[in-house]
């Protein structure tokens, strides 16, 4: 289980999310361009890259944690939670105490 609130920021539960810079993950993934977008409704990143068999643009937006929505595109790091959500930040997360509660 994690906690998810982007007015407030990101918490993370070390356990169930992976860290890594933005444009690592992108590069990863083959995406070719990233925008960052800011609106009346929030902020977020903009990745596309082309389809390998149809030369056509695909678009994946990444929602950027309130706290981190004035950070530039190579400060950004990119938690992957448990679910698969992803989510922006240029905040660091650092591991402060783990318990274990049981077996997973």
Do not use: W
Request: net charge positive.
């Amino acid at each position: 289980m994690y906690s998810r609130k982007l007015s407030q920021g990101v918490s993370p539960n070390s356990a169930n999310s992976i860290i890594m810079k933005l444009i690592e993950y992108l590069k990863n993934r083959y995406f070719i361009s990233v925008t960052k977008i800011i609106g009346p409704d929030g902020a977020y990143i903009s990745a596309k890259k082309r389809k390998m068999h149809k030369q056509m643009q695909y678009e994946e937006l990444f929602p950027i944690d309130k706290c981190s929505q004035n950070g530039r595109l190579n400060e950004y790091r990119i938690i992957t939670l448990k679910d698969g959500s992803v989510i922006a930040t240029i905040n660091d997360y650092i591991e402060t105490e783990t318990l274990s509660l049981g077996e997973e």
